[in-house]
């Protein structure tokens, strides 16, 4: 799952929308030009893909896909879909003077954040609204590693599991970037080295 939660989140602003299950599914809507460069890759995608196609139901913007994201074989067709409708076009936020926290989020790409500009968090709040489900954004956080921090009564999933493997951080893990380090910061930001303009803008 972490490998699509970088993939889409790294090239693509979406809408999320949580249902408490650990499981993805992604809604591609058609369009006929979209629906003509499906037909002529056809011979690229999955019987589950085709019967998929098949059996959508078409509506006025188009024919409403949802396709499952829960494996590599599915990550791939999502990825071939995706790509169909929507080129990439993200563009990366430079890294020098990155500031991570513990569950490897930008915390300089944080509305909460005690260091983040009022015009960048002016920015950032509405689609940060739309992903975190909060409007108050009076909070202001020093980051993981200081005494105010906004988990110290709480603590994230990074800082509950990241002891546990003997790690100072989850970027240090193998498994990075996983649902755990992500549920950390309410998902609301990729885990990659770079970050991408659309995630705040």
Known sequence: MRKIIVFMRGKY?????GNSKDELTFLTIFGKKDGECFEIQNSRFSKYV??????SKT????KWMFVDGNTLEQLEEVKKLTRIRKKPGRKPFPKEKAIYSQSGQR???CVDYVHTSEEQRTTMENPS???RKK??????CEGCYS???HCKDEPCGAKEYSPKKELAECRACVGFPCVKAASADDRSMIHTEVHYADEIS
């Open 135 to 140: 409007t108050d954004w009076r909070m202001r």
């Open 107 to 109: 915390c300089d790409f």
């Open 50 to 55: 085709h019967d998929n196609h098949d059996n």
């Open 129 to 131: 609204s739309k992903i």
């Open 59 to 62: 509506y006025h913007d188009g």
């Open 13 to 17: 602003c979406l809408e999320e929308i």
């Open 147 to 149: 005494d105010n921090c």
